[in-house]
């Protein structure tokens, strides 16, 4: 499975930017859960928020919850991530992540996903 994600940029502070991650490859027939990561220069690669493949349940990290909304076009393999009002402290290189593994209780373990890409810019300037 290969996973292209799109969409980062350079915005002001509470502005809205839409983050796309297509998926590719061996998709057919299954269930594959997507999420998004992110990581801060000199910080670890943290969970933003995730669809699950059974049911397309969603999941977010505290830091994003009301402002960021992700969702998915099964029709498409692509998992949209809707930011908006964007904070500095929302800058980082933004990962989408992909497995068929995850359950609703590790959905923002980053070990349980399979397979990733290749990362986009997203920087808010204040």
């Known amino acids: 499975v290969q996973l292209q994600a799109s969409g980062g940029g350079l915005v002001q502070a509470g502005d809205s930017l839409r983050l796309s991650c297509a998926a590719s490859?061996?998709?057919?027939?299954?269930?594959?859960?997507m999420a998004w990561f992110r990581q801060a220069p000199g910080k670890e690669r943290m969970f933003v928020s995730a669809?699950?493949?059974?049911?397309?349940?969603?999941s977010y990290a505290d830091s994003v919850k009301g402002r960021f909304t992700a969702t998915r076009d099964n029709a498409k393999n692509t998992v949209y991530l809707q930011m908006n009002s964007l904070k500095p402290e929302d800058t980082a290189v933004y990962y989408c992540?992909?497995?068929?593994?995850?359950?609703?209780?590790?959905?923002?373990?980053?070990?349980?996903?399979?397979?990733w890409g290749q990362g986009t810019q997203v920087t808010v300037s204040s």
């Open positions: 992540a992909a497995g068929s593994r995850l359950i609703t209780s590790n959905l923002s373990n980053r070990h349980a996903y399979d397979y």
């Open positions: 490859g061996r998709t057919a027939g299954r269930s594959l859960s």
């Open positions: 669809v699950k493949g059974n049911g397309g349940s969603t």
